[in-house]
Antibody, heavy 122, light 110 residues
Framework: EMQLVQSGAEVKKPGESLRISCKVSGYSFTSYWITWVRQMPGKGLEWVGRIGPSDSDTVYSPSFQGHVTFLVDKSITTAYLQWTSLKASDTAIYYC???????????????WGQGTLVTVSS | QSVLTQPPSASGTPGQRVTISCSGSSSNIGSNNVNWYQQFPGTTPKLLIHSNNQRPSGVPDRFSASRSGTSASLAISGLQSEDEADYYCSSWDASLPGWVFGGGTKLAVL
């Protein structure tokens, strides 16, 4: 069974750093991009960007470029989303999801992780 | 403001057919496939339709979708109370480049 299992909810203060994780199982980790999606409270879905686990190639949405970093550890089939300086406006649920196949086909998001709630408040 | 435009809400009565529109541009829907996602309150989004009109296994055939020009639409026939959810369209946008979503449509079954 394909699964993306994310780390638990986090409560942080503005300016703090954070790294959340997404553990993948049930499919070839290096064959599909891992995509990150943000959902702010009561709002819609926003594409944060993606990382190719085979070579760590990254594509960031212009809205998030420079504020977040994607990482992967192939040895433990885990992807990470990290911030070095959180803002209150980063408060949201962050989903990891299996994205496009590295060959260019299969261009959709499925399956999704359960989401990680990040709360940033002083 | 989302790159893809969806109506914020839609509604229907049980058994009715409802459609949800998704409007884009030549750089996204006009030249790339559209996917649809369903999200129940407090839960994770789920893939509903991919590649414009393909239903993953397990998705009832009451759900259908199409794409024409720079627009797409999702249709739900034989509406049921359990269809109450938020629905999002999504497509690759070559001008960014990156994936874009619609703002989401909240479907109410009256």
């Amino acid at each position: 069974e394909m699964q993306l299992v994310q780390s638990g909810a986090e409560v942080k203060k503005p300016g703090e750093s954070l790294r959340i994780s997404c553990k993948v199982s049930g499919y070839s980790f290096t064959s599909y991009w891992i995509t990150w999606v943000r959902q702010m409270p009561g709002k819609g879905l926003e594409w944060v960007g993606r990382i190719g686990p085979s070579d760590s190639d990254t594509v960031y949405s212009p809205s998030f470029q420079g504020h977040v970093t994607f990482l992967v550890d192939k040895s433990i089939t885990t992807a990470y989303l990290q911030w070095t300086s959180l803002k209150a406006s980063d408060t949201a649920i962050y989903y990891c999801v299996r994205g496009d196949h590295s060959s260019g086909g299969r261009n959709w998001f499925d399956p999704w992780g359960q989401g990680t709630l990040v709360t940033v408040s002083s | 403001q989302s790159v893809l435009t969806q109506p914020p809400s839609a509604s229907g009565t049980p058994g009715q057919r409802v459609t949800i529109s998704c409007s884009g541009s030549s750089s996204n829907i006009g030249s790339n496939n559209v996917n649809w996602y369903q999200q129940f309150p407090g839960t994770t989004p789920k893939l509903l339709i991919h590649s414009n009109n393909q239903r993953p296994s397990g998705v009832p055939d009451r759900f259908s979708a199409s794409r024409s020009g720079t627009s797409a639409s999702l249709a739900i026939s034989g509406l049921q109370s359990e269809d109450e959810a938020d629905y999002y369209c999504s497509s690759w946008d070559a001008s960014l480049p990156g994936w874009v979503f619609g703002g989401g449509t909240k479907l109410a079954v009256l």
